[in-house]
Nanobody, 121 residues
């Protein structure tokens, strides 16, 4: 069974940190770009960060630049999202996805089930 499983979400106070993990089973992440997305209640899903499969280049949404760091450990078949200086507006369900560049856009082939992140005092 091919799947992605996110973990590491939870309740954290503003200014705190969390590290999300995205583990693959049934396939290797080596040849896939990995994206992190989030969806807050009543809002559309938005891209948070992405790491390529080739040169491990990264991209971040403006709202998380300087606070979030994406990384991958292919030996563990896992991608991480380190989230620091969390704000209440970071509250959302976070999803990871695996995909590839089609030539004009990323096509996300596999999705995880999501993990809840709540930032509140």
């Amino acid at each position: 069974q091919l799947q992605l499983v996110e973990s590491g979400g939870g309740l954290v106070q503003p200014g705190g940190s969390l590290r999300l993990s995205c583990a693959a089973s049934g396939f290797t992440l080596d040849y896939y770009a990995i994206g992190w997305f989030r969806q807050a209640p009543g809002k559309e899903r938005e891209g948070v960060s992405r790491i390529s499969s080739s040169d491990y280049s990264t991209e971040y949404a403006e709202s998380v630049k300087g606070r979030f760091t994406i990384s991958r450990d292919n030996t563990k078949n896992t991608v991480y999202l380190q989230m620091n200086s969390l704000k209440p507006e970071d509250t959302a369900v976070y999803y990871c996805a695996a995909g590839n560049w089609s030539g004009s856009e990323y096509v996300w082939e596999y999705w995880g089930q999501g993990t809840q992140v709540t930032v509140a005092s």
